[in-house]
Structures are given as structure tokens and as C-alpha cells.
């Protein structure tokens, strides 16, 4: 099964609780990880110096300098960085993430140098402030705020993050295993299944049956992948108890059958 690292894991703390951490990258400790993995805590990895790849739910992206990566919890990921490589880590909890209304809508952004040498100090501080056990929760959410709007500026981005649906993206997630309809989501949000369609289309240009299809699928493709359980047990875990559907939909997402998927991509692992 995939290995999934809390912030106190790659601390080598696991007794602890650490809601956040912020760093550089030459000086934070590489710990012994599986590669890949997944994180329960959204990660901003700022690579000033260096090249490499990044592997991000099966999107291979280019490391080089003043490109910022951003992954949310749960999602698969993998690099390769060469010796030379440095720059700036943030990791915030999902509990605190949530609170501060974070959520990544985008892999990376890459800095033009007047944003470079504004962010640069806003960094520092936040590192600063880390080392000296100060609260950087404010920090934090500067930070991002700064980062999403620059986004926002670059169209990067089209739309900024709705806190309902960001509720809708977390429900369906955190019931991958279950068949929920969009009436049961929309009466956990407190709105009309219409209403959340209308959002959904919006915010990700598809319904909202078809986006949380989207998410169970891309749950899919990491169990072919990096677990040892078969179609039928995969296709449960993701809420569909009938293979043969999962089959249909998956190679109509995909637009290939789980088992040619998992001959493509796990030769490449």
C-alpha cells in the first residue's frame, strides 16, 4: 500500500504533533522515505538553485529555478533533484490548512524576478520566526495569499477557491470508499443538488457527478499503481461495486482499461 508521512514523520519526530514547518531546502534533513508517497499536510517546495523533475499525481513537471511547487494532501508524488539544488520548504497540517484556507488549485508557479524579490524576504521571516518557536500562522497565510494572487494575475488561475465547493472537493475525498449521490453532498453543504452543479460547472467546468468521478478515478489510477490489490477490490474502495462499470468508466476517462493503465505506467516506476 502506498506510504502516506505526516509532517512529524519527516521530521523523525512521529511522537509529536507539528502543525507546520518551514525551512530551507539544502538544510532540511532528506529522510528515508518510500518514494513515492503521499502526505497528509500540503507542501510548498520553492526551488531557487537546481533541476531535476517532479512527479505529481502522474504529471512529470521540470525543477528549475524560482519554479514553486504546491501539493495538497493525498496526492502522489516522486522527484529527482540534482546535488545542487536549494531553495525554500513550507509543510502546514491539513487541520491548520483547512483553518487557513488553503487548498493549491495549480502544480506550480513559476516567479518573474521583481515577485522573486519580494517573496525572498517574506520567507526568510517565516524561517526566522520558525527557528525562534514564534507562531508564523499569520505568516503563512500572507504567504499564500500572496502567491494565490500572483497566480491569480498570471492566469495561473481563473477562478479563486469557493469555500463550499473546497467542502464538496474534501467530502468526496474523504469518502472515496463510499457511493454517495450529489444530493447527499449538496445536503451536507446546506444547498440544492442544482445549486452545486451550477458550482461545480463554474469552478471546474464539469458537473458535479462528473467531478466527483474525476477525483475517484484519479484514486484509481494511484492503487493500479501502488498497491497490490486487484480491479475488483480497487473498484469497491472507490465507492463503484460493479467492475465491469469501473472498467467502462475508466477506460472512457482514461482511455485505457485499468489492466493496459497499469502496463503503461508501472513499468516507468
Known sequence: MLQEYSISDLLAVPSQHIPYYAGTFEDTEDTDVEWPH????YSLVWFTHGSGFYVIDFQEYVIKPNRIFLVNPKQVHNWDYSENSEGYILIVDTTLG?????DFQFPYIDLDNATKLFLEPVFKKLISEYEIHNEIRIDIQYLYKQIK?????????SVTANPIFKKFKLSI???LNKNQSIEDYARKLAISADELNILSKQISGVSAKQYSLDLKITEAKRLLIYSDQ??????NQIGIEDSSYFARIFKKKTTLSPTNFLRKYRKHI
Open 38 to 41: 503521499r502526505h497528509s499536510f
Open 98 to 102: 483547512t483553518e487557513l484556507n488553503i
Open 149 to 157: 494572487l500572483y497566480a491569480k494575475e498570471n492566469n495561473t488561475i
Open 173 to 175: 475525498l474523504n469518502n
Open 230 to 235: 486487484n480491479i475488483n477490490e480497487i473498484s
